[in-house]
């Protein structure tokens, strides 16, 4: 029994880095149009993960998801608090820091120019940040607890969900930013690995998710 945690728990770990590797090359490299990357990363960072843990027989969204109207609300607020943070945060840190950097550096991932700008914003911040949840949260967090500690899991899904996004956007960055953005999203990938903890399930982090990635689509919005 021990040995089949340890094998799951390898697979479930070498599954994930390959997935983040993966979209790397494919952002980084291949850079295709936005559309062909947005399939290749439902099939990267979805349906990948789904097939090797069917695969090791785990079983999936076995926990019926029970939306709590009050909670929902409760993460609302809690998403709405956060936007508000990260906007004010901008605003104070824009006297400083230069973030012309950090708007070319998505302006150009992206290929986006100003009449497309909506559609992709809203697909980031709806769609794009629940596939990030499923491979962060769900695989990484909730489905590797069950095979290595809470202490280890959390440390590796919050690092890698930092490292990830670093690797998308940071390689133009001053090593003070870089460093800055990675403690930053270690700590955002803890806070969502917590709210998500006691429920098994990521709609309370995606909903906190979306909103900051409202807010960054805001700042973006704000410099194009």
Same mark, same amino acid.
């Given at each position: 029994?021990?040995?089949?945690? +340890?094998?799951?728990?390898?697979?479930?770990?070498?599954?994930?880095?390959?997935?983040?590797?993966?979209?790397?090359? $494919?952002?980084?490299?291949?850079?295709? @149009?936005?559309?062909?990357?947005?399939?290749?990363?439902?099939?990267?960072?979805?349906?990948?993960?789904?097939?090797?843990?069917?695969?090791?027989? @785990?079983?999936?969204?076995?926990? %019926?998801?029970?939306?709590?109207?009050?909670?929902?609300?409760?993460?609302?607020?809690?998403?709405?608090?956060?936007?508000? /943070?990260? $906007?004010?945060?901008?605003?104070?840190?824009?006297?400083?820091?230069?973030?012309?950097?950090?708007?070319?550096?998505?302006?150009?991932? %992206?290929?986006?120019?100003?009449?497309?700008? @909506?559609?992709?914003?809203?697909?980031?911040?709806?769609?794009?940040?629940?596939?990030?949840?499923?491979?962060?949260?769900?695989?990484?967090?909730? %489905?590797?607890?069950?095979?290595?500690?809470? +202490? $280890?899991?959390?440390?590796?899904?919050? /690092?890698?969900?930092?490292?990830?996004?670093?690797?998308?956007?940071?390689?133009?960055?001053?090593?003070?930013?870089?460093?800055?953005?990675?403690?930053?999203?270690?700590?955002?990938?803890? @806070?969502?690995?917590?709210?998500?903890?006691?429920? +098994?399930?990521?709609?309370?982090?995606?909903?906190?998710?979306?909103?900051?990635?409202?807010?960054?689509?805001?700042?973006?919005?704000?410099?194009?």
């Amino acid at each position: 029994m021990e040995k089949n945690k +340890k094998r799951n728990a390898i697979i479930i770990i070498a599954t994930i880095i390959v997935c983040c590797l993966l979209m790397a090359l $494919i952002e980084i490299i291949v850079e295709p @149009i936005y559309f062909v990357k947005s399939l290749m990363k439902i099939i990267v960072f979805f349906l990948l993960p789904l097939v090797i843990m069917k695969h090791l027989g @785990i079983k999936l969204f076995e926990k %019926q998801i029970i939306i709590d109207k009050k909670k929902i609300a409760k993460l609302f607020i809690m998403g709405i608090i956060i936007y508000l /943070f990260v $906007i004010f945060s901008y605003l104070i840190a824009n006297n400083v820091l230069d973030f012309s950097i950090f708007i070319n550096s998505l302006s150009s991932d %992206q290929k986006v120019s100003g009449k497309d700008f @909506i559609m992709v914003a809203l697909y980031i911040s709806l769609f794009n940040s629940l596939l990030e949840e499923f491979l962060f949260r769900y695989v990484s967090f909730i %489905q590797l607890s069950k095979f290595l500690s809470k +202490k $280890i899991v959390y440390v590796f899904s919050s /690092f890698l969900f930092a490292i990830y996004h670093i690797s998308m956007i940071g390689s133009s960055f001053p090593l003070s930013l870089i460093l800055i953005m990675i403690i930053g999203l270690c700590i955002g990938g803890f @806070i969502f690995n917590y709210v998500d903890e006691k429920d +098994k399930n990521i709609y309370n982090s995606w909903i906190i998710h979306m909103f900051a990635d409202f807010a960054i689509m805001s700042i973006w919005f704000i410099n194009i």
